[in-house]
Nanobody, 119 residues
Framework: QVLLVESGGDLVQAGGSLRLSCAASGITFSLYAMAWYRQAPGKQRELIAS???????NYADSVKGRFSISRDNAKNTVYLQMDSLKPEDTAIYYC?????????????WGQGTQVTVSS
């Protein structure tokens, strides 16, 4: 059974920081690209940060310079360090594992963790 379990969501004041974690089990973690998505009320889910199995990272413009994604393959965990948080960062944050195997895309999702930023 594949599980992605996010943690670290909280209520924080604007300008503050949070660190989200996503612990994976049931997959060969090092083979997967990992990503963080978020979904605010009434909006579509958006990709905000990704990291390949080789460690290359990419960020949405809205979080570039404020958020940092990293992974620890020994712990099967991906992290999202969020600094200088803004009220518009309020959303449910989801962890995603993604790989292509024999021309088939395989994706798994976590259950999400709530981040609320107060002004």
């Amino acid at each position: 059974q594949v599980l992605l379990v996010e943690s670290g969501g909280d209520l924080v004041q604007a300008g503050g920081s949070l660190r989200l974690s996503c612990a994976a089990s049931g997959i060969t973690f090092s083979l997967y690209a990992m990503a963080w998505y978020r979904q605010a009320p009434g909006k579509q889910r958006e990709l905000i940060a990704s990291i390949t199995n080789g460690g290359s990272t990419n960020y949405a413009d809205s979080v570039k310079g404020r958020f940092s994604i990293s992974r620890d393959n020994a712990k099967n965990t991906v992290y999202l360090q969020m600094d200088s948080l803004k009220p518009e960062d309020t959303a449910i944050y989801y962890c995603n594992a993604d790989r292509v195997r024999i021309s088939t895309r395989i994706q798994y999702w976590g259950q999400g963790t709530q981040v609320t930023v107060s002004s």
